[in-house]
């Protein structure tokens, strides 16, 4: 009676009960016990306590049947909150639990209140401990299982958590707290958002079930889980629906009516939220909670004036109370976008928002009260508000100025994501704070994690955007642009989008779209808060530009102006940037902007405007950079640009500061003044290793090698662990060339000696072992000692697999890092074996890189080359394809499956790969010179000119032709025998001469020099050069001279000896041919399709099968073998000849030698046809048509070969084929296919080549007589 005469404020009837009270005191203690638990249960502790302390001092332990004296005492103490009544609460309850030990018993009540003090203190593991004995006692004591459960949300172990409600649940799926703490789980840890949706319907179900009238309860879930939704239009549908069950519950309730307003201003509905606002302020006076919403409507309508007034009145109504944090955060928000524009006001008043937050959530228990407190969107709105205030890209390079404000945003962000480690915005916010703060691998790794869990957030692509720029990734910044836009289109009306798509164009030279884009951008700024302060709740409405991002904003339309070389608009546009930001932190960088601009009319006024900016300036080091630049660029003044630096000493005495000044004065060669300016820094910062390095490579550049190396040593012997100093020190003994010294210094690494704590070392020394095993390779490797080489990558890929293994905790992206070095190890061990003639081992590396990275472009190519070196085609196939999905444009995978296609006779498969990358890039010569060859292979060099043309087209005009295009179109002119014009385009070709196509155009010449007719070498043309070297080869006997290649040149020099046609000649080219054949060190290069062609050719020609008789072509020199083959020929010493030939035709086809190859088997088929053996002459003549389809000297043989056998229709047409690919100009082709077109009664056709071979040659009457004259009379007859 006494309580409900004081809730209705009736003194009189207060006063009346008291004194029956104190009448009755010590009659009923069972009485006063249930009267003091009845006014602790109504929220009067103080009260409860002065009954229960009446009973106590009666009756120490009384007890009834339902609770005990001392119990209820103990749990007033607790829910009392202040310290020493905290202390007394335990007393309690260990004197309750000791009563029932000697019972065999465990008291329920007590146990529960001794766990919640326990978890007060922090003591978990006491508390779980107790916890588990009331389990066990009382298994269906559904209370207890709930404690644990927050207890272990709140300690994080969310696995154990979401085990214990699962057994509640099982137990009873309606359970309403087990419901609230699993949907807590899925929003806090997992955030997903869908998923908790449903649950929050099956709970609102369950509360109508069991709690029905519980209003406080439908409210407080429907504020936890709206200000936990990250914003879901789900989630804020279904706890709208819990919201407003709580309205109707307690009508008149201001709170309530606010939490509705509130859930409506989250979904963007700012007009709605006010109207309800308005009405909950009418329906209390005396809550808050309404006012604050309705000053935050205000804002959002951008009427600043009001929102003051309104938060002034708020303010002198909590002068006496605890500050509000949300009050406080709207007040700031005030300052800083009211016209005043306080930046330093504002960040005061966040400040103490954040102060009050943090005591809001000081003592809350876990559970849903806890994240009320919390209230998620606030803390995101004021880590928004920190980071409109501060920079929003990393600092200059080389200062380490924290950003104050960005540092406060990660420490409010820290606090979100420590207690709802699953929210995404605080995740992707945290991520934009250590952008700023410089650390962009971390940033990048969080974007990635945030889009991982959430891949349809556009801010996400637009942060990753930005960070992407900054390190100059334009098209991964434009990949991420045109994501963002693809999630919502709404996107192109941001300023931010806007801003980063422009610096993506004006990056990329698009400078009139970037203007375009830029003005958007500003435009959208201009028009102010507009339609993103009217959906300020909804995502987009946050992108809105910092005041660095607005000073960048100008910046580069100035830019896009200069370099559209206008620019009275570029001045015009820093002019505007320079007023408008004149008392902000940012002016400095406007300045140097402003100072750029002048430079380039009045150098003196631009020096000036640098020198006025202030030392106290975040770009007062940047302005100094400038300045130095131009004294350096535009005066030429070498002193001047070190004493700017001089000047940033003299005003900053700091180790950025010298080191500035050492890397100036080792830019104007002045090592020995660097070297003291990184010695006085590495004294203001003895542990700093990168100075210790700096200051050893610049003694190094010196040339005083024995005095960095004395300085290494001193260094390493002072902490022998500074591996950077071991390694710069190990590698200068290795240039030096002292091997077994930097081998030696590795080795004595501390890493190195400790061989028993492998496993348990840090990341950083197992990287370091890493490294040095990696340098002794390449020490071996540079020694050819290619054993040694292979035992260190042996070592070395032991050491990264162990460190990939010890990494399998950290982020993906650390763990692909390593696994990619991992890779790139056994690639290199592959290489090796390779080197060694260990193919087998080399296929077993190569396939472990692939398997530690897929798409390792180096092995899966090794891989392919290797597999078509011993003949697996398939596999070589299979790897080309799946590096060309890797990277479409891998020219050597497609010239690879080009080659294979042409030897399966998929010729247009071959002809398409080609163009692809033709079609890309028309200059692409290396391509054009492989699409030329197989042109000619394929008998198609009438498709040549076309690709030329387009080249050609690609010129400009007035340009020189590339000596790639020369020497491809003098291929063509040569395979079509016209041997002037190509001698013509070679010879303009070979220069430069170290350039690429320098040497191939030369050896072309020096070819056609010593076959000026494309003739075959070993015929007699009946010249007479016995006694007289002719000019062509005093001409090649000159150019040979200037051939690098060892292997080529003695080639070239072997057959122009041959060429002489002299007996004493003759035999030194033999001699030459045997020194060469048996030189391992003269070897013809390998092409990437060698070792194939016959199983090709025989696939193609009968669908399968392998050459019996094949041999592998790396071990047999073709071109040696082909030139003794010609010189026995010509020294009439035919059945050697013979037997060397035989090898060659065993040998597999490699197309790095095709011109050899070709001529083995032409000189072979004429050695048949002279024995009468024509069968065995077609065999080879098919197989040198088969590998060259254009080879016309073949063409001609198989026509002499029918010709023979007196089969003239067919001789006619293979004569035909020939004389077509010499483009109808040689007189001897056509000579014979006149002769044989009479001989098989075809005289027209016989007398049209008879006048075309007279119209080139009119001096060769021998074709007038004996074939035009006999065809006329035939005719005639």
């Known amino acids: 009676m006494a309580v409900i005469f004081r809730r209705n404020k009736d003194t009189e009837g207060e006063n009346q009960v008291n004194q029956r009270l104190g009448e009755d005191r010590g009659v009923n203690m069972g009485a006063w016990l249930q009267a003091g638990c009845l006014l602790w249960h109504a929220g009067d502790a103080t009260r409860a306590r002065d009954v229960i302390n009446k009973v106590l001092d009666s009756e120490m332990e009384y007890r009834d049947e339902y609770t005990s004296v001392q119990l209820i005492r103990g749990w007033i103490d607790l829910t009392a909150g202040r310290g020493a009544y905290l202390e007394k609460c335990v007393t309690m309850f260990d004197k309750v639990l000791q009563a029932e030990q000697e019972s065999d018993l465990l008291d329920i009540d007590a146990s529960m209140g001794k766990i919640a003090y326990l978890e007060r203190k922090s003591q978990f593991f006491p508390a779980q401990d107790l916890q588990n004995k009331v389990m066990v006692k009382y298994p269906q004591f559904t209370p207890v299982y709930i404690s644990k459960a927050k207890q272990l949300m709140k300690s994080e172990d969310w696995e154990q958590a979401t085990e214990v409600l699962g057994r509640v649940l099982a137990k009873d799926d309606k359970n309403v707290e087990a419901l609230i703490l699993t949907i807590l789980h899925i929003l806090v840890k997992e955030a997903k958002y869908t998923v908790a949706a449903q649950h929050i319907s099956t709970l609102r179900e369950a509360l109508m079930m069991r709690e029905p009238r519980n209003g406080q309860l439908f409210h407080t879930c429907a504020q936890c889980f709206a200000r936990l939704s990250g914003g879901s239009a789900a989630i804020l549908t279904v706890t709208a629906q819990l919201a407003e069950h709580a309205v109707q519950m307690r009508p008149n309730s201001a709170e309530y009516q606010a939490t509705v307003a509130s859930l409506l201003l989250l979904n963007g509905d700012v007009k709605s939220a006010h109207a309800v606002f308005k009405k909950a302020t009418a329906a209390s006076e005396d809550s808050i909670t309404p006012m604050l919403g309705l000053i935050k409507c205000t804002i959002i309508a951008g009427k600043f004036k009001e929102a003051s007034e309104q938060i002034n009145f708020l303010q002198e109504i909590q002068s006496n109370g605890p500050r509000n944090a949300e009050l406080l955060y709207l007040h700031a928000m005030v300052l800083w976008g009211g016209p005043e524009r306080s930046q330093e006001k504002s960040i005061e008043k966040l400040d103490q928002a954040v102060e009050a937050h943090k005591a809001d959530i000081a003592l809350q228990p876990a559970g849903a009260e806890l994240y009320v407190k919390l209230n998620p969107p606030l803390i995101i709105d004021i880590a928004r508000e920190y980071m409109q205030q501060c920079r929003t890209e990393p600092p200059e390079p080389g200062t380490n100025r924290t950003d104050p404000n960005a540092e406060k945003a990660r420490r409010v962000l820290e606090v979100l994501i420590r207690n709802v480690p699953g929210h995404t915005e605080a995740k992707l916010l945290a991520s934009k704070v250590a952008f700023i703060g410089g650390e962009t691998n971390k940033a990048a790794a969080m974007i990635t994690d945030c889009l991982r869990q959430d891949n349809s957030n556009p801010e996400a692509y637009l942060l990753q955007a930005q960070i992407c720029q900054y390190l100059n990734q334009n098209s991964n910044a434009k990949q991420a642009l045109e994501q963002a836009l693809a999630l919502d289109f709404d996107v192109k009306d941001m300023p931010l ?150 000047e940033l000493v003299e005003s900053f005495p700091s180790v950025q500061s010298l080191i500035h000044l050492g890397e100036a004065y080792s830019s104007i060669q002045e090592p020995e003044k660097a070297i003291l300016a990184f010695e006085k820094a590495r004294a203001l910062d003895p542990n700093n290793t990168d100075l210790a390095v700096r200051i050893g490579r610049t003694l190094a550049t010196t040339h005083d090698y024995t005095r960095a190396q004395r300085y290494y040593k001193e260094a390493i012997t002072g902490d022998p662990t500074l591996f950077s100093l071991r390694q710069d020190l190990a590698i200068l003994q290795w240039r030096l060339g002292e091997r077994d010294k930097a081998i030696a210094t590795l080795t004595e690494s501390p890493v190195m000696k400790n061989t028993k704590n492998v496993q348990t070392e840090d990341i950083d020394q197992s990287i370091e072992r890493v490294n040095i095993a990696l340098i002794m390779f390449k020490i071996h490797r540079s020694a050819n000692k290619l054993t040694q080489a292979s035992e260190a990558l042996i070592q070395a890929r032991v050491y990264q697999n162990t460190l990939v293994a010890r990494l399998r905790n950290e982020t993906q992206d650390v763990v692909e890092q390593q696994r990619k070095i991992a890779a790139s190890i056994c690639f290199e061990l592959g290489e090796t074996y390779l080197k060694l003639n260990q193919p087998d081992k080399a296929v077993t590396c190569y396939n472990e890189a692939l398997k530690l990275e897929e798409t390792n472009e180096k092995a899966m190519l090794a891989l392919a080359k290797l597999y078509l070196s011993r003949g697996e085609v398939d596999g070589c196939e299979q790897q080309c394809n799946g590096l060309i999905r890797v990277n479409p444009s891998c020219e050597d995978a497609i010239m690879i499956l080009a080659d294979i296609s042409f030897r399966r006779n998929r010729l247009d498969d071959a002809a398409h790969h080609f163009s692809q990358l033709l079609d890309k890039d028309p200059n692409n010569f ?261 590998a060259n389809k254009s080879c016309s000297r073949a063409w001609e043989y198989m026509g002499l070969v029918y010709e023979k056998e007196q089969s003239f229709k067919d001789a006619a047409d293979y004569y035909e084929k020939a004389w077509k690919l010499l483009n109808e100009r040689d007189a001897a082709i056509g000579f014979k296919l006149a002769f044989n077109f009479l001989k098989a009664k075809k005289m027209i056709p016989a007398i049209d080549v008879c006048h075309k071979v007279l119209a080139v040659h009119p001096n060769y009457p021998k074709i007038q007589k004996e074939v035009l004259e006999r065809a006329r009379l035939s005719l005639k007859q």
């Open 497 to 646: 989008y806007n801003l980063l798509k422009g610096t993506n164009q004006l990056r990329t030279q698009e400078y009139d779209a970037a203007l375009a884009t830029l003005q958007i951008a500003m435009k959208k700024v201009t028009e102010g808060s507009g339609a993103a302060a009217a959906n300020s709740n909804s995502k987009l409405a946050r992108f809105t530009l910092g005041v660095q991002d607005h000073v960048s904003l100008y910046l580069h339309i100035a830019q896009c102006y200069l370099k559209l070389k206008q620019n009275k608009e570029a001045k015009d546009t820093i002019d505007q940037a320079s007023a408008a930001f004149l008392n902000t932190t940012q002016f400095g960088r406007v300045s140097i902007a402003r100072a750029m601009i002048v430079s380039l009319t009045d150098v003196d006024a631009a020096l000036e405007i640098l020198r006025s900016v202030a030392p106290e300036s975040e770009f007062y080091i940047a302005a100094k950079a400038r300045m130095a630049n131009i004294y350096l660029t535009q005066r030429h003044n070498r002193r001047m640009f070190a004493r700017c630096f001089e």
């Open 926 to 1186: 290396s391509v054009m010179v492989q699409y030329v060859q197989l042109l000619k292979r394929s008998g198609k060099l009438a498709d040549a000119p076309a690709v030329f043309a387009k080249a050609e087209a690609s010129m400009r005009p007035g340009q020189k032709p590339d000596p790639g295009l020369l020497y491809c179109k003098g291929l063509h002119e040569r395979f079509t025998n016209n041997s002037a014009e190509a001698l013509k385009l070679f010879n303009q070709g070979r220069y430069p001469k170290d350039g690429p196509f320098g040497e191939k155009c030369l050896i072309a010449m020096i070819e056609i020099f010593i076959l000026p007719d494309n003739e075959n070498l070993w015929e007699d043309t009946g010249s007479d050069i016995k006694d007289n070297v002719t000019e062509n080869l005093r001409n090649a006997e000159s150019l040979i001279k200037e051939v690098k290649d060892p292997f080529r040149r003695a080639m070239l020099e072997g057959y122009w000896l041959v060429a002489h046609k002299k007996k004493d000649t003759l035999e030194r080219a033999l001699q030459k041919f045997y020194e060469i054949s048996n030189d391992e060190s003269l070897k013809p290069e390998n092409s990437t399709s060698d070792a194939t062609a016959d199983q090709l050719a025989s696939q193609s020609a009968s669908g399968g099968g392998d050459d019996e008789g094949a041999t592998d072509s790396s071990r047999v020199n073709v071109p040696a073998l082909v030139g003794l083959a010609i010189t026995l020929q010509m020294m009439k010493q035919t059945p050697k000849a013979r037997n060397f030939l035989k090898r060659v035709s065993k040998a597999n086809y490699n197309p790095a030698v095709d011109d050899d190859h070709e001529r083995g088997w032409l000189l072979l088929a004429d050695i048949y046809i002279q024995n009468g053996k024509y069968d065995l002459a077609l065999d080879v003549l098919k197989r040198a048509t088969q």
